[in-house]
């Protein structure tokens, strides 16, 4: 294959920043996939009133902590590994290669989603939007810095007016739910559909989140080549929290002073339940395609504002983690090293969690009558507790082996056996 002409910023990545481990990052993966699992298990708790005082606190923590915040952390990384895992590629002048393998793990990323959708659960499945918004990132990955981050700012831009508008013309609030193997059977058109506009997380959004984090790769590659890994990375978590910052006081603005805008109640209804309802976590897009909505900065809406508060909050968790233990590169603790064996298996984590979500609300879609709250093993702390828990049994022991979290080994060995990356 010839020598690309294309390039990162003119320069492929130097052997040194090509070969680093950043245990910021992997520490970054194992918060974002916590957290969801806090939002499946713990927030849900919080839509019951019949839950105790401390489920029902715990889902308000979990549910500020968590919601919309995870998954875009989650897909920012995304990003960060794609770009990582493209690298060696870029350096050796194998474009295509590069390209093609970043397109295979969406492929795959997309299988695994879609038999995944098929499990009952409340949980929205990810892995299949993941997998679409990979592919369509893929010929990003040899762009110059300055073409990835205007399509990124287009996207912010007007990615959440166009979702909105598109869903107001076709009369739905959201449709895919979780892809599955019968669903893209049963309605192929609509399933596509909702995996790049009209899901829960759909391509639309999740693109512009990837593309950040290849920035966000290509600055921490970069500052690492040239010694100031920790003066970059420490830069990146001042610029996110002030991002994250002004996002949340703008959002918090155009919520007190609706009126402003000419929005008004819709009838039945008081301002300050239908203000409370439009802060609240939604489906995919802003609740209107106006002006106003976009300025909301509504969990999961995809809303300009909404992507600016979670970009910045991404930015902080990971410029932090990276200064905190990248700069010096000293290999971590032993029990440091246990979550970030458990941060660099998030495709093997998730995928458990979700089948052992499912397994304990078998009992629940099969007409079992628990009464008006869900088991503790089912939702809640207790449940989450369970599950974290195995999290870190896993951790510790692909830490003690050595070794990748199965799903992320057979992803590579396939992307590897027909790209020879």
């Known amino acids: 294959m010839e020598r690309s002409t294309l390039s990162p910023d003119r320069a492929a990545p130097k052997a040194r920043g090509a070969s680093a481990r950043y245990i910021g990052i992997d520490l970054a993966r194992f918060l974002a996939v916590i957290g969801m699992m806090a939002n499946h298990l713990v927030a849900i708790v919080g839509e019951n009133p019949e839950a105790s005082l401390l489920d029902q606190r715990a889902a308000e923590i979990a549910t500020t902590l968590t919601s919309g915040i995870a998954a875009a952390l989650f897909a920012v990384l995304g990003g960060v590994s794609a770009v990582f895992a493209s690298r060696r590629a870029l350096a050796d002048g194998r474009t295509g290669a590069a390209i093609v393998s970043i397109m295979l793990r969406g492929v795959i990323l997309?299988?695994?989603g879609l038999a995944l959708g098929a499990l009952l659960s409340p949980i929205i499945v990810v892995l299949a939007y993941y997998g679409a918004?990979?592919?369509?990132?893929?010929v990003f990955?040899?762009?110059r810095s300055w073409v990835i981050a205007v399509a990124?700012?287009?996207?912010?831009?007007?990615g959440g007016p166009v979702n909105a508008f598109v869903r107001d013309a076709l009369e739905i609030v959201s449709e895919a739910g979780s892809p599955s193997f019968e669903t893209i059977a049963a309605e192929p058109l609509e399933t596509v559909r909702g995996l790049l506009l009209t899901g829960t997380y759909p391509a639309i959004t999740w693109v512009a989140y990837l593309l950040v984090g290849m920035l966000?790769?290509?600055?921490?590659?970069a500052a690492n080549d040239r010694g100031r890994l920790s003066r970059t990375a420490l830069s990146l978590a001042v610029v996110g929290t002030?991002?994250?910052?002004a996002a949340t006081l703008v959002s918090n603005w155009t919520l007190a002073n609706l009126a402003r805008f000419g929005v008004a109640a819709p009838e039945g209804l008081d301002m300050a339940t239908f203000t409370k309802f439009l802060g609240m976590q939604q489906f995919g897009a802003p609740t209107s395609p106006e002006l106003w909505a976009q300025l909301v900065a509504a969990p999961h809406s995809g809303a300009p504002m909404e992507m600016l508060r979670t970009v910045g909050i991404s930015l902080a968790v990971i410029g932090l983690l990276v200064t905190l233990f990248d700069s010096r590169r000293t290999p971590p603790g032993r029990i440091t090293d246990i979550f970030r064996a458990a941060g660099a298996a998030p495709l093997t984590i998730y995928t458990l969690?979700?089948?052992a979500t499912a397994a304990a609300y078998g009992p629940i879609y099969a007409g079992t009558d628990f009464g008006a709250t869900f088991p503790w093993w089912v939702a809640g702390l207790g449940a989450y507790g369970i599950q974290l828990a195995g999290v870190l049994v896993i951790g510790a022991i692909l830490s003690a082996l050595g070794r990748r979290g199965p799903?992320?080994?057979?992803?590579?060995?396939i992307v590897r056996g027909v790209t020879r990356t």
């Open 110 to 112: 997309i299988v695994i």
């Open 242 to 245: 002030g991002l994250a910052v």
């Open 133 to 138: 918004s990979l592919i369509l990132v893929s």
């Open 216 to 221: 966000i790769a290509r600055a921490l590659i």
């Open 353 to 355: 969690h979700l089948i």
């Open 152 to 158: 990124a700012g287009v996207l912010w831009l007007a």
């Open 141 to 143: 990955i040899a762009a």
């Open 407 to 413: 799903l992320e080994a057979l992803t590579s060995g």
